[in-house]
């Protein structure tokens, strides 16, 4: 065997223990993959989620997502049964990244009040209207809808 050929059998023999407890064989891209992944995933201790819109931003942000058209919009693509009908709340708020605190990426309050409730509907704000409303910072922000139609009490 070459001097060469004992160099590459030995990077390829050669195991190493990783951060994350377990051994991977260094030229298995898997492994190291999921190293990569293990290791990028954490939860944030602390997250201020608090914003604040002019009056302007305000202004064209509820004239776009109280537009008719715009609920209708959310009723198909929320996939509500035929014939039900939005309002948005008036509530926005910014998502924010997981922790312990905030499983489900809202503020506590928002998710006591609005998650998993059948009367409310969350949807991120496209960002054509973000734009329109000139919101650079934050980034994305989530409107809550209530469903006002009668349909709501009849499902499972």
């Not at 260094?26 to 914003?51: L, M, P, T, W, Y």
């Not at 006591?112 to 650079?136: C, D, L, S, T, W």
Request: with cysteine; hydrophobic share 35%; aromatic share 8%.
């Amino acid at each position: 065997m070459t001097a060469a050929a004992r160099i590459a059998a030995n990077t390829v023999l050669q195991t190493t223990r990783s951060t994350i407890g377990y051994i991977v064989d260094k030229d298995d891209e898997s492994c190291r993959n999921r190293q990569v992944a293990a290791e990028a995933i954490r939860g944030v201790e602390a997250f201020d989620g608090a914003f604040e819109l002019d009056d302007k931003q305000q202004g064209t942000l509820n004239e776009l997502l109280h537009s008719e058209m715009f609920c209708q919009q959310v009723v198909r693509e929320c996939k509500l049964p035929e014939g039900a009908e939005v309002e948005w709340t008036g509530v926005l708020f910014q998502p924010v990244p997981w922790s312990v605190t905030s499983k489900k990426g809202m503020p506590p309050h928002i998710e006591e009040r609005y998650h998993g409730k059948e009367e409310y509907v969350i949807i991120n704000v496209p960002p054509v209207f973000m734009f329109q409303a000139k919101v650079f910072q934050p980034p994305r922000l989530c409107a809550i809808y209530r469903r006002t139609d009668d349909s709501k009490r009849s499902e499972p």
